[in-house]
Nanobody
Framework: QVQLVESGGGLVQAGGSLRLSCAAS????????MGWYRQAPGKQRELVAT???????NYADSVKGRFTISRDNAKNTVYLQMNSLKPEDTAVYYC?????????WGQGTQVTVSS
């Protein structure tokens, strides 16, 4: 099993930055893929970014060039650095881990971008 705890959300003005953190309950070296998803009110949950143990990354087109996903294996933590935030980035952001073909999710952290 994997427990995930997100932090770092909040209220920011458009053009600002936030860094989200996702702390895992086990070594993330053993977790093949981790990522961030988001869900805005009335919309489906969507992929934001993923990272593998080999540090290969993938981003949604809407965040490319603005968001950066990274991992610190020593801290068992995955980060999402979000720059140049836009009001349309407002959502609950969820951390995800794929471990033994099972999806684990955190409780989510709210990001609100004001215009």
């Amino acid at each position: 099993q994997v427990q995930l705890v997100e932090s770092g959300g909040g209220l920011v003005q458009a053009g600002g930055s936030l860094r989200l953190s996702c702390a895992a309950s086990r070594s993330i070296v053993s977790i093949p893929a981790m990522g961030w998803y988001r869900q805005a009110p009335g919309k489906q949950r969507e992929l934001v970014a993923t990272i593998t143990t080999g540090t290969s990354t993938n981003y949604a087109d809407s965040v490319k060039g603005r968001f950066t996903i990274s991992r610190d294996n020593a801290k068992n933590t995955v980060y999402l650095q979000m720059n140049s935030l836009k009001p349309e980035d407002t959502a609950v952001y969820y951390c995800n881990a794929v471990y033994y073909a099972y999806n684990y999710w955190g409780q989510g952290t709210q990001v609100t971008v004001s215009s």
